[in-house]
């Protein structure tokens, strides 16, 4: 049973242009998001999050939609470039009860930035 | 500041055998994460540790199993090695598990296991 999904395993972008990665849950518990980014043969890191308190968060190029309704989520990336060529995954978590702290993943999406 | 180490990078094992991996988390970082992220799949949460105790496992058998050491950093230890055990595992750190703040994990580079 998956609760995060990420249906796309990939994407292709023009550089310059606009990046959009989706993320799905169905965990209505969840009310914590993060989208962690991952080059080869390194370990994710993170990149920008979002309470379930908000519909949007910015920073930078970087900015997350939550519709919490939908139980959707998106990362933009605007303008995108080549550097952001990596795997993107989205992360979820629960803010109360026994394992509250650990976060549960998608399967990840590959963005490829084209110069 | 050092960041989330992970020893070794590559393990080769055989099926049956036990498998160690280790974790130094960075410096104030009280909580450990292990995740597994085998081919196709996304990270799976394995253990959480926090102030030496196992806070929760994820939906794996008991022959995962590990610890946290006084000074925070941990051991994964995999008992009777299976092929499908084959996957890269993750350790992550955060400041604090327990208190309700939502903390960034920050990630190691991981240990690529291989059971032949």
């Known amino acids: 049973d998956q609760q995060v999904k990420q249906n796309s395993p990939s994407l292709s972008v023009q550089e310059g242009r606009i990046s959009i990665l989706n993320c799905d849950y169905t965990?209505?518990?969840?009310?914590?998001f993060l989208w962690y980014k991952k080059y080869p043969a390194e370990g994710p890191t993170f990149l920008i999050s979002i309470s379930s308190i908000k519909d949007k968060n910015e920073d930078g190029r970087f900015t997350v939609f939550l519709n919490k309704s939908a139980k959707h989520l998106s990362l933009h990336i605007v303008p995108s470039q080549p550097g952001d060529s990596a795997v993107y995954f989205c992360?979820?978590?629960?803010?109360?009860?026994?394992?509250?702290?650990?976060?549960?993943f998608g399967k990840g999406t590959k963005l490829s930035v084209i110069p | 500041e050092a960041g989330v180490t992970q020893s070794p990078t590559h393990l080769i094992k055989t099926r049956g055998q036990q498998a160690t991996l280790r974790c130094s988390p960075i410096?104030?970082?009280?909580?450990v994460y292990w995740y597994q992220q085998a081919l196709g799949l996304g990270l799976q949460f394995l253990l959480w540790y926090d102030e030496g105790e196992e806070r929760n496992r994820g939906n794996f058998p008991p022959r995962f199993s590990g610890r946290q050491f006084p000074n925070y950093s941990s051991e994964l230890n995999v008992n009777a090695l299976e092929l499908e055990d084959s996957a890269l595992y993750l350790c992550?750190?955060?400041?604090?598990?327990?208190?309700?703040?939502?903390?960034?994990?920050?990630f190691g580079p991981g240990t690529r296991l291989t059971v032949l």
């Open positions: 965990n209505s518990m969840f009310d914590y």
């Open positions: 992360a979820a978590s629960a803010g109360s009860g026994a394992g509250s702290y650990q976060l549960t």
């Open positions: 992550a750190s955060s400041l604090d598990g327990t208190t309700y703040l939502y903390n960034e994990q920050f």
């Open positions: 410096s104030g970082h009280t909580s």
